[in-house]
């Protein structure tokens, strides 16, 4: 079964460093998005992405966030000065459509560490 | 920003039995989903709702979409131990093109064999 992969699955990084979190959606997907979960919370949603542009945001991806999909099979997460509290599990997910009987393919995360 | 509450918080059950689990809104949404999550993975999606009183199947998974569109509830009837891990239900405004999905905080299900 195709799956969305992420790299690299555990990441720890010094505060104010720039870190980036890759994906590979699964190949015939067009919805792009990123979510993350801190540890023993729920998840949250972070960004979508559509026709190589934010679709919708929540108030978490502020300025120090990006998004970008640099070639045909990649979409990054760029965070550009990390936080103590940016540790967290990102999921990177894809989906065919967004229409009604779609289903969001869930990668198995990248965990980042901030020290 | 919008809430969803999610009870239980955690079910310790015995294998056989069934589970019921639900999530409650303060506000209306179009689109509710079921996920389950496996230590170390990502949610997995278990069923989607679209239509106000829509009740849809997946196996012993039976989830159904409130008629006021501000809750949703699962059951899982007759509970095996592959049934363990977190349970999540999530909304959204939005049921056509890529939207904002919020959360519930989950329900942790742990079955006895």
């Known amino acids: 079964e195709p799956e969305v992969t992420q790299t690299p699955s555990h990441q720890v990084t010094q505060m104010g460093q720039e870190v980036i979190l890759r994906c590979v959606p699964i190949?015939?997907?067009?919805?792009f998005y990123w979510y993350r979960q801190i540890l023993g919370q729920k998840v949250e949603f972070l960004v979508s992405?559509?026709?190589?542009?934010?679709?919708?945001k929540s108030e978490i991806f502020d300025d120090q966030f990006s998004v970008e999909r640099p070639d045909g099979s990649n979409f990054t997460l760029k965070i550009r000065s990390t936080k103590l509290e940016d540790s967290a599990m990102y999921f990177c997910?894809?989906?065919?459509?967004?229409?009604?009987?779609?289903?969001?393919?869930f990668g198995e995360g990248s965990w980042l560490t901030v020290v | 920003g919008q809430q969803l509450n999610q009870s239980p918080q955690s079910m310790f059950i015995q294998e056989g039995e069934d589970v019921s689990m639900n999530c409650t809104s303060s506000?209306?949404?179009?689109?509710w989903l079921w996920y389950k999550q496996d230590p170390g993975e990502g949610p997995v999606l278990l069923i989607a709702?679209?239509?106000?009183?829509e009740l849809t199947s997946n196996g012993r998974l039976t989830a159904q979409f409130g008629t006021t569109r501000k809750d949703s509830f699962l059951n899982i009837s007759a509970s095996i131990p592959s049934d363990v891990g977190i349970y999540f239900c999530?909304?959204?405004?939005?049921?056509f093109g890529a939207g904002k999905s919020t959360f519930g905080d989950g329900t942790t299900l742990t079955v006895k064999p």
């Open positions: 997910a894809s989906s065919e459509t967004g229409g009604r009987g779609h289903t969001i393919y």
């Open positions: 190949s015939n997907h067009l919805y």
């Open positions: 992405f559509y026709n190589n542009e934010i679709s919708e």
């Open positions: 506000s209306i949404f179009n689109t």
């Open positions: 709702l679209y239509k106000a009183g």
């Open positions: 999530a909304g959204q405004l939005r049921n």
